[in-house]
């Protein structure tokens, strides 16, 4: 019996709210895009669907650049190397090399919580920059981004290597990073990784994320492979790796409990509370664990053809995908494993059914609309739908196609998609919608509370969390009863409420 059973929630009740007919629902994406003029109409009804149950796709365009003058939510290609992929490493220096401007934004944004000293072994939350200005434009920066590695080894000398994130000037005037960081890394004995991320690169973040990878593989794994008997760790049958969780409120930790528990053991995580001599040990790892397909695929199917090493994404959002998750992970391994996992599912089958028990009658039969990066707008639906919620639209910031597949297996038929929402869209969308709840970015939040509805910032989780495995469920659970059922929203009504 799953911890569904047991809290006398089924896949029927789930679903009891009427669902919008998809004739209708295609009828108001006509409506919408009737704002436009005809050729930017055109471009945004391509990423703009029904899912229609059965079909292998969502329908959509995606991975397209944005229409001009749309107010897109997408971030740049600096953004994804280093805001996502790089910047959590935290025994690492991140240079962001450019003007001030993307480091400063970029510093602290998000809560990729870590174990250690800031400024000693650990330099997450410091921002260091080349402060690009008008004379680095005209006769270059390799002096000064030489000087400035060789002025942070004084300051911090504890780092274990440094990163070099390059900005749009360094791209359009030609600074040769790749000599620079040669040539620091034999002068200071380290790592030294040049990141061709320039922020006009690709159409979003995303390839930010794949340019990252690509710097992992051709610049740290070379090393791993020549250092292998100095990294001093005899691997074991059970060792995995966490690939694309970045802690955001401790959620690595939270999953690196329950892997531990059914026996396995994690030789490394990245980049949330990751290190460099992780990044080196992942290679000798059994099995490779990806939580953000879409930030991490490339280097993890970099491993399975280098290396041997197969990967398997996971979802640790909610008791129903929890177990489903933990039964495929224990199954690469032995009876072992795969016993311990059962009774690690059944330890956590109480906690799960009495949070069911106190959330469900609160929050059965409420709808939201999701609008996320990375995995969430898919990995975080059946987590609402442990506790009765139902959802009536979900789209990516930055999607693939192989993302929107994916999408397939967690929504119902009826539900909106939206690829790349201008904010035009999104606020029209759920003005007609209607969701009890939004679940999107700190971009939206303000606009959606404005309009009296509540909402949940899903970036990072609106500065609680953890959200994954069986605690971060409860906390999950907490979070939207918190949401949805505040007197606030008893003192002002939604735009459609008001008389």
């Not at 409990?257 to 990044?279: K, N, P």
């Not at 759920?430 to 509370?449: H, R, W």
Request: glycine share 10%; net charge negative; charged share 25%.
């Amino acid at each position: 019996m799953t911890p569904i059973e047991s809290a006398t929630l089924n896949e029927n009740e789930v679903t009891a709210v009427p669902q919008r007919p998809v004739a209708e629902t295609k009828e108001l994406i006509k409506e919408v895009l009737e704002a436009y003029p005809e050729k930017s109409r055109k471009k945004r009804e391509k990423h703009l669907n029904v899912y229609e149950e059965g079909k292998s796709d969502c329908g959509v365009k995606s991975n397209i650049k944005s229409v001009p003058g749309s107010m897109t939510t997408r971030g740049c290609a600096y953004a994804g190397s280093k805001g996502v992929v790089w910047g959590p490493i935290k025994d690492m220096i991140h240079i962001s090399h450019g003007p001030v401007g993307c480091g400063y934004y970029s510093w602290s944004g998000r809560r990729n919580y870590y174990i250690g000293t800031t400024g000693i072994d650990t330099f997450g939350t410091m921002q260091f920059t080349s402060d690009f200005q008008e004379r680095d434009i005209v006769f270059g920066g390799d002096k000064k981004l030489a000087k400035l590695i060789d002025e942070l080894e004084d300051l911090f000398p504890l780092n274990r290597g440094i990163s070099i994130q390059s900005e749009c000037p360094i791209g359009l005037i030609g600074d040769d990073i790749e000599a620079v960081a040669k040539k620091a890394a034999r002068e200071i004995g380290k790592t030294v990784v040049p990141v061709r991320c320039e922020g006009f690169r690709g159409v979003s973040q995303s390839l930010g994320h794949h340019i990252a990878n690509d710097a992992v593989r051709d610049w740290v794994f070379p090393q791993a492979d020549k250092k292998k008997k100095e990294l001093g760790v005899e691997s074991t049958p059970y060792d995995v790796a966490i690939i694309g969780d970045y802690n955001i409120g401790g959620d690595a930790w939270s999953s690196r409990i329950l892997l531990e528990e059914i026996g396995l053991r994690v030789v490394a995580q990245w980049s949330g509370d990751g290190t460099l001599h992780e990044m080196m040990m992942t290679p000798t790892v059994k099995l490779n664990l990806v939580h953000c397909y879409r930030s991490m695929n490339y280097i993890s199917r970099h491993m399975e053809e280098a290396y041997g090493i197969p990967w398997l994404e996971y979802n640790f959002f909610g008791p129903t995908k929890i177990a489903e998750s933990l039964r495929e992970i224990a199954s690469k391994f032995d009876e072992t494993i795969q016993q311990k996992a059962e009774e690690v599912i059944a330890k956590y089958e109480a906690q799960t059914k009495a949070v069911i028990e106190k959330y469900l009658p609160r929050l059965e039969g409420k709808t939201v609309a999701l609008m996320v990066g990375g995995l969430r707008p898919r990995h975080v639906v059946p987590a609402f739908h442990d506790l009765g919620m139902r959802l009536v639209g979900t789209g990516y910031e930055f999607g693939h196609n192989d993302d929107y597949k994916r999408t397939t297996h967690y929504i119902e038929n009826g539900t909106l998609i939206y690829d790349d929402v201008s904010a035009y869209e999104f606020e029209e969308f759920i003005k007609e919608l209607k969701p009890d709840l939004v679940a999107s970015g700190i971009k939206e939040k303000y606009v959606f509370q404005k309009m009296a509805l509540p909402f949940r910032q899903m970036h990072s989780w609106d500065y609680s969390g953890p959200y994954h495995g069986y605690d971060g469920f409860a906390i999950f659970a907490r979070d939207m009863d918190l949401a949805l059922n505040s007197p606030t929203w008893s003192l002002i009504g939604a735009p459609w409420k008001r008389g």
